[in-house]
Nanobody, 116 residues
């Protein structure tokens, strides 16, 4: 089975940048799409971005143009570069990995806090 572990969250001022990483382990050859979700306090978890094994990317409208998702298949790692951060980007960010025939695996989450 696949496990994913996020890192790189933290505190940043509005307009700043942060980068998140997510390392996958286990049955990595069964991973197709990887992505990021986030959950702000008192809100439902929302999808942020995704990248296929072939490198095709998609973004939520709320982050398009500010966030970049990338993937290093050799390192089994997906990244989320976040620029022009806003207070409304404050959330716990979760990494996901879609494992063939086994469903979506979630990381434990990493906190991102953007101050105004």
């Amino acid at each position: 089975q696949v496990q994913v572990v996020e890192s790189g969250g933290g505190f940043v001022q509005s307009g700043g940048s942060l980068s998140l990483s997510c390392a996958a382990s286990g049955s990595i050859f069964s991973i197709n799409t990887m992505g990021w979700y986030r959950q702000a306090p008192g809100k439902q978890r929302e999808w942020v971005a995704a990248i296929t094994i072939g490198g095709r990317t998609n973004y939520a409208d709320s982050v398009k143009g500010r966030f970049t998702i990338s993937r290093d298949n050799a390192k089994n790692t997906v990244y989320l570069q976040m620029h022009s951060l806003k207070p409304e980007d404050t959330a716990v960010y979760y990494c996901t990995a879609d494992e063939v025939k086994a469903g979506t695996k979630w990381g434990q989450g990493t906190q991102v806090t953007v101050s105004s």
